[in-house]
């Protein structure tokens, strides 16, 4: 198999073996970053002169010792929300355009200490305030699958990259869906860990009560190495838990005889694309074949999950934005005369229309005779709605949906229309609010209904489009999730495809075998 | 204006105080930046998140809570099971979130209080119990710096970051005299503890009080207050407020109402002044922290930190006037200076080992006396503290001993001290040293009597007709005779028996 389209334990087989260095798989990559990216745009910045010392430092500790980290010498990128030190880190705002951290956020850290190489930084919707990335300053980014069409957001870049073979893995973040919704548009495997699981440090802030770290790769069995690195106690982010990382990978089952499986009936919701809701119930079906019992569920909150998530997010994004204020780093309004220019002006010129939508609801939202009547209330539901999940998590191990009501829709369809990503996300928000892990995996194809939540009104495409299936797992459960994705993925092969613009013409080159 | 300030005006103040008190910690309240009050370079004791850099985040400093519990337990606040942070959004450029990180409703310690000794009746003193509303953590800003006819600002953070725990008495307070009371017993309590220098002039402790003042027979509360900025010495304190007072009634008493505003303390002027107006009524949209935890404080947690409050002022008070019988004045003036009595302690404990019994009460005094006055002195002037001074408790202890002894006169004694606390060293050698050891053997005094008397005829006749004086003359000539260093109660009496 191609190296563009294999599974970090494939290419860390291949380097063990010196079958491949280093510096190849990274030049390989750089390659196709450089052929392809134009066509999907899924990074914003390209680090190929350190990605290569990198990878040259990475050949050495190959050659010394016989003992290396799965991840030693692999390339990767990771959404442009992660700050990265001496790396440009913009959050896809022009506030941040030209903004260098001196810093390493922990994750980032963590995967420099496994000597992996960082290939680059990918798009997303300006701050992550988007499911489509088109709130990027920087341009959308493309579907691989159809360039007319979004990868979905808010970590689009990320998951295009991984869907266009130009990263095997790619760091991501979610806060309502920006994980899952990408990865099932792109056709790919992403993970939004527990809340507290892996350390916010260094990630720039969304929401500060429920981002989480993850990732977006190939396979399930990528994303549960990747979670034994990035997980566990920060003693710089005072949210993360104490529990002990276990060895997902290694645990990973392929039957799943006498796991309970939820199906939750409030999210077969109206408006799912016919197509969608006929690959997660084929999906499901396989899953009863692996083993598992499945059972009808009810979480009859779950439609209070937009509502609370309109609160709190747009509150906590008022207060977590205040930072870029222009007085010691980032954009600073050149003609502004006195200091309430520097902030007006400034934050004005820098910030997009999303963000300043959020900003504005939050502002009011905390105000003085507000804040009670919503940011405390919708709090007040949110412990509902975990009291809600903690009972169902009584009865099954996990649950399982679609990651998105659609497959991609075209750009611009979600454009203009600011509830866009309520709507798209409504899957995905409750697990979010609640801080529970999930994954999004393939399962199929779908035709395409173009408009922007794939309306019934809508006319059938027939394009198709990759479908995702969703898989949520109860605090601190990500065991099992990983194992429900990958038992389903040693039946199916949905994960392998590749979409026929990015198969590359010729193998990887320097093989040696 | 004066006049107004007489209770019998029947205009009563009404005073409220916030205090900010900058903790001693070895880092910062969320980073860990050093916490250095003293640091001039500006941006020296700066991270990546003291400063807001995208994605960092805070995490609570573990000294700095308990600081702030024990502070709370000593003021006898209730320290509820839960406390949490919150943050106070507005917009400055010494503030480097766009939010400070302080808290709400929820604050370490709650409803406690602070007996203190105003002047009572009939020139005594009386206790009086002044409430405190709520004490709670928050971070300072940095300083925002005008370079004079720039046309731009500076910003040094290396304050930012630092821990404060803000004090918020109720209006129990009557006048600036019991308000400075109150800020230097709390000063004490702040440095007994260990929890910061509390110095308003190096502005490690802040003060923000809320005047009023209440009508003639008005019982309920002004529906005004004013809030007087700038205050950073004791001295200031109580001028600002007795000035606030004065003005306030001039305007009640004209029939006025005083606006609410905030004011600023000139010292030039020797005035308050209206302060630039201020924004309208901030409203800094406060919200949870969702950053950091709640805080959590266990039974044991806060059995242990009360268990390790040190004894404060107070209670030392008290007991230095049971076990050492010293009089109120001294007492309080030695406490007040919490390393001083902890030397003073020491040399206390060298003396009881040095007298090999009970102490005597007479000891104390000396030791007090010589500490608040020629020791003191010599501190002051080096502007050090008594454990960092060349004289050690056991050295002090001994030379209280030489002079309580008489093998040293006080005069030479002075002399002694100041001569360890240039070099160190034993008091007795050092008397020694210098010649300065106290002649009491009866012969060699009486020699010298012999000399005098025969030599000065005239002096001893005129004694003898009842010339006082002239009995001073002779004790003069006899100690000049012993180059100074007769024990004085022997050459008198000797002489006294020779002249019979």
């Given at each position: 198999?191609?190296?563009?389209?294999?599974?970090?334990?494939?290419?860390?087989?291949?380097?063990?073996?010196?079958?491949i260095s280093s510096v190849e798989l990274t030049e390989y990559f750089l390659q196709r970053i450089k052929k392809h990216n134009p066509q999907i745009n899924a990074y914003l910045t390209v680090t190929e002169d350190?990605?290569?010392?990198?990878?040259?430092?990475?050949?050495?500790?190959?050659?010394?010792?016989?003992?290396?980290?799965?991840?030693?010498?692999?390339?990767?990128?990771?959404?442009?929300?992660?700050?990265?030190?001496?790396?440009?880190?913009?959050?896809?705002?022009?506030?941040?355009?030209?903004?260098?951290?001196?810093?390493?956020?922990?994750?980032?850290?963590?995967?420099?200490?496994?000597?992996?190489?960082?290939?680059?930084?990918?798009?997303?919707?300006?701050?992550?305030?988007?499911?489509?990335?088109?709130?990027?300053?920087?341009?959308?980014?493309?579907?691989?699958?159809?360039?007319?069409?979004?990868?979905?957001?808010?970590?689009?870049?990320?998951?295009?990259?991984?869907?266009?073979?130009?990263?095997?893995?790619?760091?991501?973040?979610?806060?309502?869906?920006?994980?899952?919704?990408?990865?099932?548009?792109?056709?790919?495997?992403?993970?939004?860990?527990?809340?507290?699981?892996?350390?916010?440090?260094?990630?720039?802030?969304?929401?500060?009560?429920?981002?989480?770290?993850?990732?977006?790769?190939?396979?399930?069995?990528?994303?549960?190495?990747?979670?034994?690195?990035?997980?566990?106690?920060?003693?710089?982010?005072?949210?993360?838990?104490?529990?002990?990382?276990?060895?997902?990978?290694?645990?990973?089952?392929?039957?799943?005889?006498?796991?309970?499986?939820?199906?939750?009936?409030?999210?077969?919701?109206?408006?799912?694309?016919?197509?969608?809701?006929?690959?997660?119930?084929?999906?499901?079906?396989?899953?009863?074949?692996?083993?598992?019992?499945?059972?009808?569920?009810?979480?009859?909150?779950?439609?209070?999950?937009?509502?609370?998530?309109?609160?709190?997010?747009?509150?906590?994004?008022?207060?977590?934005?205040?930072?870029?204020?222009?007085?010691?780093?980032?954009?600073?309004?050149?003609?502004?005369?006195?200091?309430?220019?520097?902030?007006?002006?400034?934050?004005?010129?820098?910030?997009?229309?999303?963000?300043?939508?959020?900003?504005?609801?939050?502002?009011?939202?905390?105000?003085?005779?507000?804040?009670?009547?919503?940011?405390?209330?919708?709090?007040?539901?949110?412990?509902?709605?975990?009291?809600?999940?903690?009972?169902?998590?009584?009865?099954?191990?996990?649950?399982?949906?679609?990651?998105?009501?659609?497959?991609?829709?075209?750009?611009?369809?979600?454009?203009?229309?600011?509830?866009?990503?309520?709507?798209?996300?409504?899957?995905?928000?409750?697990?979010?609010?609640?801080?529970?892990?999930?994954?999004?995996?393939?399962?199929?194809?779908?035709?395409?209904?173009?408009?922007?939540?794939?309306?019934?009104?809508?006319?059938?495409?027939?394009?198709?489009?990759?479908?995702?299936?969703?898989?949520?797992?109860?605090?601190?459960?990500?065991?099992?999730?990983?194992?429900?994705?990958?038992?389903?993925?040693?039946?199916?092969?949905?994960?392998?495809?590749?979409?026929?613009?990015?198969?590359?013409?010729?193998?990887?080159?320097?093989?040696?075998? | 204006?004066?006049?107004?300030?007489?209770?019998?005006?029947?205009?009563?103040?009404?005073?409220?105080?916030?205090?900010?008190?900058?903790?001693?910690?070895?880092?910062?309240?969320?980073?860990?930046?050093?916490?250095?009050?003293?640091?001039?370079?500006?941006?020296?004791?700066?991270?990546?998140?003291?400063?807001?850099?995208?994605?960092?985040?805070?995490?609570?400093?573990?000294?700095?809570?308990?600081?702030?519990?024990?502070?709370?337990?000593?003021?006898?606040?209730?320290?509820?099971?839960?406390?949490?942070?919150?943050?106070?959004?507005?917009?400055?450029?010494?503030?480097?979130?766009?939010?400070?990180?302080?808290?709400?409703?929820?604050?370490?310690?709650?409803?406690?209080?602070?007996?203190?000794?105003?002047?009572?009746?009939?020139?005594?003193?009386?206790?009086?119990?002044?409430?405190?509303?709520?004490?709670?953590?928050?971070?300072?800003?940095?300083?925002?710096?005008?370079?004079?006819?720039?046309?731009?600002?500076?910003?040094?953070?290396?304050?930012?970051?630092?821990?404060?725990?803000?004090?918020?008495?109720?209006?129990?307070?009557?006048?600036?005299?019991?308000?400075?009371?109150?800020?230097?017993?709390?000063?004490?309590?702040?440095?007994?503890?260990?929890?910061?220098?509390?110095?308003?002039?190096?502005?490690?402790?802040?003060?923000?009080?809320?005047?009023?003042?209440?009508?003639?027979?008005?019982?309920?509360?002004?529906?005004?207050?004013?809030?007087?900025?700038?205050?950073?010495?004791?001295?200031?304190?109580?001028?600002?407020?007795?000035?606030?007072?004065?003005?306030?009634?001039?305007?009640?008493?004209?029939?006025?109402?005083?606006?609410?505003?905030?004011?600023?303390?000139?010292?030039?002027?020797?005035?308050?002044?209206?302060?630039?107006?201020?924004?309208?009524?901030?409203?800094?949209?406060?919200?949870?922290?969702?950053?950091?935890?709640?805080?959590?404080?266990?039974?044991?947690?806060?059995?242990?930190?009360?268990?390790?409050?040190?004894?404060?002022?107070?209670?030392?008070?008290?007991?230095?006037?049971?076990?050492?019988?010293?009089?109120?004045?001294?007492?309080?003036?030695?406490?007040?200076?919490?390393?001083?009595?902890?030397?003073?302690?020491?040399?206390?404990?060298?003396?009881?080992?040095?007298?090999?019994?009970?102490?005597?009460?007479?000891?104390?005094?000396?030791?007090?006396?010589?500490?608040?006055?020629?020791?003191?002195?010599?501190?002051?002037?080096?502007?050090?503290?008594?454990?960092?001074?060349?004289?050690?408790?056991?050295?002090?202890?001994?030379?209280?001993?030489?002079?309580?002894?008489?093998?040293?006169?006080?005069?030479?004694?002075?002399?002694?001290?100041?001569?360890?606390?240039?070099?160190?060293?034993?008091?007795?050698?050092?008397?020694?040293?210098?010649?300065?050891?106290?002649?009491?053997?009866?012969?060699?005094?009486?020699?010298?009597?012999?000399?005098?008397?025969?030599?000065?005829?005239?002096?001893?006749?005129?004694?003898?007709?009842?010339?006082?004086?002239?009995?001073?003359?002779?004790?003069?000539?006899?100690?000049?005779?012993?180059?100074?260093?007769?024990?004085?109660?022997?050459?008198?009496?000797?002489?006294?028996?020779?002249?019979?």
């Open positions: 198999m191609d190296a563009s389209f294999s599974e970090i334990s494939e290419l860390h087989e291949k380097l063990k073996n010196k079958e350190a990605a290569l010392e990198e990878a040259k430092e990475a050949d050495k500790i190959i050659a010394r010792r016989g003992k290396i980290s799965v991840f030693t010498g692999i390339p990767f990128g990771i959404k442009d929300l992660f700050c990265t030190k001496g790396i440009r880190t913009t959050a896809s705002s022009k506030i941040l355009e030209n903004y260098v951290p001196p810093f390493d956020a922990t994750s980032v850290q963590k995967m420099r200490a496994e000597n992996a190489i960082i290939l680059g930084k990918t798009n997303l919707d300006e701050f992550a305030h988007g499911s489509s990335t088109e709130t990027s300053a920087f341009g959308e980014s493309k579907n691989p699958w159809d360039t007319s069409r979004i990868p979905g957001g808010s970590s689009g870049g990320s998951a295009a990259a991984v869907a266009a073979g130009l990263a095997p893995l790619a760091l991501a973040t979610e806060t309502g869906g920006s994980i899952r919704q990408p990865s099932s548009l792109c056709g790919v495997s992403g993970w939004k860990p527990t809340y507290g699981r892996v350390s916010r440090y260094g990630v720039i802030s969304m929401t500060s009560s429920n981002d989480s770290i993850g990732a977006i790769g190939r396979s399930v069995r990528d994303l549960a190495l990747t979670a034994e690195v990035m997980s566990g106690r920060d003693e710089k982010d005072a949210t993360t838990g104490n529990r002990e990382v276990p060895q997902y990978s290694a645990n990973l089952r392929t039957n799943l005889k006498g796991m309970k499986i939820g199906v939750p009936a409030e999210y077969f919701i109206d408006g799912m694309e016919d197509d969608v809701k006929k690959r997660v119930l084929d999906a499901i079906e396989e899953l009863r074949k692996l083993g598992a019992e499945i059972i009808d569920v009810s979480l009859p909150l779950t439609k209070y999950g937009s509502l609370v998530y309109a609160i709190v997010t747009p509150s906590e994004i008022s207060s977590n934005l205040s930072r870029f204020d222009g007085i010691r780093y980032g954009h600073q309004a050149k003609d502004a005369r006195d200091l309430a220019e520097i902030y007006s002006k400034t934050r004005a010129q820098g910030f997009g229309d999303e963000a300043k939508r959020r900003i504005m609801t939050g502002t009011y939202a905390l105000s003085a005779g507000y804040y009670e009547a919503y940011y405390l209330k919708a709090q007040k539901v949110r412990r509902l709605l975990v009291d809600e999940f903690n009972n169902v998590f009584e009865k099954v191990d996990c649950l399982v949906c679609a990651s998105s009501p659609n497959v991609a829709p075209k750009i611009g369809a979600a454009k203009d229309n600011p509830l866009f990503g309520y709507i798209a996300d409504q899957l995905n928000i409750p697990a979010a609010m609640a801080g529970l892990p999930a994954l999004s995996v393939p399962c199929g194809f779908g035709a395409a209904r173009d408009g922007a939540d794939g309306g019934a009104s809508s006319s059938v495409a027939g394009v198709q489009m990759p479908v995702g299936l969703q898989i949520i797992g109860p605090q601190w459960g990500e065991q099992k999730i990983f194992d429900a994705g990958h038992a389903y993925q040693t039946v199916t092969d949905w994960h392998k495809k590749m979409p026929p613009d990015f198969v590359p013409a010729s193998p990887l080159p320097g093989k040696r075998k | 204006m004066a006049e107004n300030l007489k209770p019998s005006s029947g205009y009563a103040p009404v005073i409220g105080l916030e205090i900010h008190v900058q903790l001693k910690t070895k880092s910062k309240m969320f980073c860990d930046s050093p916490n250095n009050p003293d640091e001039t370079a500006p941006n020296k004791n700066i991270c990546e998140i003291c400063t807001g850099q995208p994605g960092t985040l805070p995490v609570a400093n573990r000294e700095a809570v308990r600081l702030a519990v024990i502070v709370g337990q000593a003021l006898n606040c209730r320290i509820e099971e839960y406390s949490k942070f919150d943050r106070k959004n507005y917009f400055y450029p010494d503030l480097p979130k766009g939010y400070q990180i302080s808290q709400y409703d929820r604050p370490i310690a709650q409803n406690g209080y602070l007996d203190i000794e105003v002047p009572g009746e009939n020139g005594g003193s009386a206790s009086k119990r002044i409430r405190i509303r709520r004490a709670h953590l928050e971070e300072d800003a940095g300083k925002n710096i005008h370079p004079e006819g720039a046309d731009y600002s500076l910003v040094d953070f290396n304050r930012a970051g630092t821990p404060l725990l803000e004090i918020v008495t109720e209006p129990d307070i009557a006048s600036a005299k019991e308000a400075k009371i109150f800020l230097q017993e709390l000063r004490n309590i702040i440095r007994y503890i260990g929890a910061g220098s509390a110095d308003m002039e190096k502005g490690t402790m802040r003060l923000e009080p809320n005047i009023s003042v209440r009508k003639p027979g008005q019982l309920e509360l002004p529906a005004y207050k004013v809030e007087v900025k700038n205050i950073n010495s004791f001295r200031f304190a109580e001028s600002a407020i007795e000035y606030e007072i004065a003005r306030q009634a001039e305007i009640l008493k004209e029939g006025g109402m005083p606006k609410q505003v905030t004011m600023g303390w000139n010292e030039k002027a020797g005035q308050t002044m209206e302060q630039r107006e201020k924004e309208e009524a901030n409203d800094y949209r406060y919200f949870p922290e969702p950053d950091l935890p709640i805080l959590h404080f266990s039974k044991e947690y806060l059995e242990e930190a009360l268990a390790s409050i040190p004894e404060l002022p107070a209670q030392k008070r008290a007991r230095f006037k049971r076990e050492y019988g010293l009089p109120d004045a001294d007492i309080r003036n030695l406490t007040e200076w919490k390393e001083l009595t902890e030397f003073f302690e020491e040399a206390i404990s060298e003396l009881d080992e040095l007298a090999g019994k009970a102490l005597p009460l007479k000891f104390a005094k000396m030791a007090a006396n010589w500490c608040l006055q020629d020791f003191s002195a010599l501190l002051n002037a080096a502007k050090i503290n008594p454990l960092e001074s060349k004289v050690t408790p056991h050295n002090f202890a001994e030379l209280i001993k030489l002079i309580e002894q008489s093998k040293i006169s006080a005069t030479a004694g002075k002399q002694v001290l100041a001569k360890m606390f240039e070099l160190g060293g034993e008091p007795s050698r050092i008397m020694e040293d210098l010649g300065l050891a106290q002649v009491s053997d009866a012969a060699v005094i009486e020699q010298a009597i012999n000399k005098v008397v025969s030599e000065n005829a005239k002096a001893v006749a005129d004694y003898k007709a009842g010339l006082q004086k002239s009995f001073g003359f002779l004790v003069g000539m006899a100690m000049k005779e012993l180059k100074g260093k007769g024990n004085p109660q022997v050459v008198n009496d000797l002489l006294k028996k020779k002249l019979e």
